[in-house]
């Protein structure tokens, strides 16, 4: 069943959102049967490439009207919620940095199955390491890190490649109405917004899932046996 996400990089609850639904995927039966996939979101697409906009609490102060000090706040009360998750965000050291490359990144790491990998990766570089999310350097090494190839990493981010698919994703999310991020869509059927508890997780998960199963009944097989070796090691 596929459970897709609309989420950007410099949203701290998309951060906390992907680890409540890990957490309420870890005891889920049918995990191996959830199919993620990554969509991609831009929470604030006016911001050039390569540009210094000072710290997060003055671009949120500057972007939303705030003084420096309701930013910082703000900010505090959204990393005790991300410490209530197992999640560390150092928003002292976050780079305010254009995502659409990283997204970019993402859907490359996706073709090659790795884009799980690579999501957390963004993440902990933009909230844990401070590092700049639009550096091409820095995307290289999070891909490469991954299990990338380094040529195909440098050639994508040096072209348009996935620069459509971003745009989809984007336009797509306009025409679902989709708000605010993170946004989680189940099986085009069910949707949750925003960081929910992991109990709201696992609730959809169960009702979705046992729907999608109803509609995909698991094909049982007429078999005709013959000798053969069991998984407890016995053979006959």
């Known amino acids: ?33 959830i199919k993620l996939v990554w969509k991609s979101f831009q929470l604030d697409p006016t911001i050039p490439k390569g540009a210094k906009l000072g710290t997060v609490y003055q671009y949120l102060a ?7 000090d309701q930013a910082r706040e703000m900010t505090g009360n959204v990393a005790d919620m991300a410490s209530q998750a197992g999640l560390q965000l150092n928003f002292d050291q976050a780079v305010v940095a254009n995502s659409f490359d990283a997204h970019r990144l993402i859907h490359l790491a996706q073709a090659h ?42 050639a994508m981010l040096h ?4 620069t459509a698919e971003v745009e989809r994703d984007i336009q797509e999310a306009r025409q679902l109405g989709v708000r ?7 099986d085009r059927k069910y949707a949750i917004s925003g960081a929910q508890p992991v109990t709201a997780f696992r609730e959809i998960l169960d009702k979705s899932f046992a729907e999608w199963r109803a509609e995909h009944p698991v094909v049982k097989l007429d078999v005709s046996e013959g000798p053969s070796c069991s998984t407890d090691g016995l053979c006959d």
């Open 62 to 68: 500057a972007s939303k009207g705030l003084s420096e």
């Open 180 to 186: 605010g991020v993170p946004f989680f869509v189940f």
């Open 159 to 162: 072209s348009e490649e996935y």
């Open 1 to 33: 069943m596929k459970v897709e996400v609309w989420s950007d990089i410099m949203c701290p609850f998309c951060y906390i959102g992907k680890r409540h639904f890990e957490m309420a995927l870890k005891d889920f039966a049918h995990a191996a049967d």
């Open 113 to 154: 199955q790795l884009g799980q990998i690579v999501k957390e990766k963004l993440f902990q570089a933009h909230f844990n390491e401070g590092k700049d999310i639009a550096d091409p350097t820095v995307l290289t090494q999070i891909g490469v890190e991954a299990g990338l190839d380094n040529t195909e990493v440098t």
